[in-house]
């Protein structure tokens, strides 16, 4: 429960930063977004996975949540290591290696190895070219890294296979990590 002073430290604050020539400041902060603005939707690619559900065709590794619980907490330095073995099992189908190959890419963005996640994506799209999912990850670290036109080729492909998701504006660079 808030005690009645409490109330009244951000009220004395706020008047104290008007007073002090801060008001057009707390102006922009309070005003609303700008209509192209308002409708942004920041990328963290950590936000865009989860863990795989069930399925009887291709059955989820018991790693999966493990790696995506690690990935959600920020901490893709450790999640990379569990990739990395998981992969050398050898009884993994084609699926469950493009899982973790996916998983990777997305650690690797997390730790800030663009080129490296985009290589990633580059292999996961020339086997799997269906997938929105690799083409969207790799849309948004190309606006990252400057490579427009990439970029563009990126979304284009994706809006024949996801239209509603690559219609969206998505901001790569404002508080990505």
Known sequence: MMTHWA???PAGLLLAMMGSGC???IDRILAPAPPSQSMMIYYKPRDWISPWSTDESSPTLPVDQEICSIL???RAEEALPIIEEALGAADLNADQRQRLLFLKAIALAETFDINASLHMLD???ENDPSRWHFFFHR??????EGDEEG???DRDAGMKLNPEQFSQSYSPSSGVF
């Open 23 to 25: 008001g057009a400041m």
């Open 139 to 144: 849309w948004q670290l190309r606006l990252l």
């Open 123 to 125: 292999e996961l799209i």
């Open 72 to 74: 959600h907490r920020g």
């Open 7 to 9: 109330r009244r430290i």
């Open 151 to 153: 970029a563009q080729a």
